[in-house]
């Protein structure tokens, strides 16, 4: 069980998009997580007349390692560590470390 999931709202730790918050669309299988809006890089499409694909340069999110994100906690308005703790009815839980629950 990871402690991020796609659709967790997180925010970036280190780098040049450090501070910034955003969306995980996808948890890749060797620990990167793809987060939208942020570590953009440029891609150049060359344009296809057969499907109707102009040309251009357009921004695409790249990945970005696991260890550089935290979870966003809004209550405390930061990124915190995320740990897991058994529920009274024996399911797994994940939970901020100052003891709030992630899955609310």
């Given at each position: 069980?990871?402690?991020?999931?796609?659709?967790?709202?997180?925010?970036?730790?280190?780098?040049?998009?450090?501070?910034?918050?955003?969306?995980?669309?996808?948890?890749?299988?060797?620990?990167?997580?793809l987060v939208e809006g942020v570590n953009l890089a440029k891609?150049?499409?060359?344009?296809?007349?057969?499907?109707?694909?102009?040309?251009?340069?357009?921004?695409?999110?790249?990945?970005?390692?696991?260890?550089?994100?935290?979870?966003?906690?809004?209550?405390?308005?930061?990124?915190?560590?995320?740990?897991?703790?058994?529920?009274?009815?024996?399911?797994?839980?994940?939970?901020?470390?100052?003891?709030?629950?992630?899955?609310?």
């Amino acid at each position: 069980m990871n402690k991020i999931r796609k659709g967790d709202e997180v925010i970036v730790t280190t780098g040049k998009d450090r501070g910034r918050r955003g969306t995980v669309l996808e948890v890749m299988s060797d620990d990167r997580v793809l987060v939208e809006g942020v570590n953009l890089a440029k891609k150049h499409i060359k344009p296809n007349p057969n499907v109707g694909e102009p040309g251009g340069i357009r921004d695409k999110a790249m990945p970005l390692d696991i260890s550089n994100v935290l979870v966003f906690n809004p209550k405390t308005k930061k990124g915190e560590r995320v740990g897991f703790r058994v529920g009274e009815d024996g399911s797994k839980v994940r939970v901020f470390r100052s003891g709030d629950k992630v899955d609310i």
